[in-house]
């Protein structure tokens, strides 16, 4: 059974920072390309950022560059998400995503909560 368990979400000023974790089970976490996207109120869930593997290939929102880093540690199953400098418009459902890449099957983890605000 596939679960990807994402924690570290909360309530930040702006300007603050915040690390969010994915910690994944069911499936070879070596053999995923791993995400993070965000759901504000409102608007369409859309990519922050992508991190292949086995190579660590990375890929960021524009809106996001310079500011989040993603990383993994395939020894324990998890992904990361550094997230400096945020903004009131980082305020989202942050969720983690993984594709397996020799099926093409996307699992989602259940999300949480980013609030970045004075």
């Known amino acids: 059974q596939v679960q990807l368990v994402e924690s570290g979400g909360g309530l930040v000023q702006p300007g603050g920072s915040l690390r969010l974790s994915c910690a994944a089970s069911?499936?070879?976490?070596?053999?995923?390309?791993m995400s993070w996207y965000r759901q504000a109120p409102g608007k369409e869930r859309e990519l922050v950022a992508l991190i292949t593997s086995p190579s660590g290939s990375t890929n960021y929102a524009d809106s996001v560059k310079g500011r989040f880093t993603i990383s993994r540690d395939n020894a324990k199953n998890t992904v990361f998400l550094q997230m400096n400098s945020l903004k009131t418009e980082d305020t989202a459902v942050y969720s983690c995503?993984?594709?397996?890449?020799?099926?093409?099957?996307?699992?989602w983890g259940q999300g949480t909560q980013v609030t970045v605000s004075s």
């Open positions: 069911g499936f070879t976490f070596s053999s995923a390309a």
């Open positions: 995503s993984a594709l397996i890449v020799r099926t093409r099957i996307r699992y």
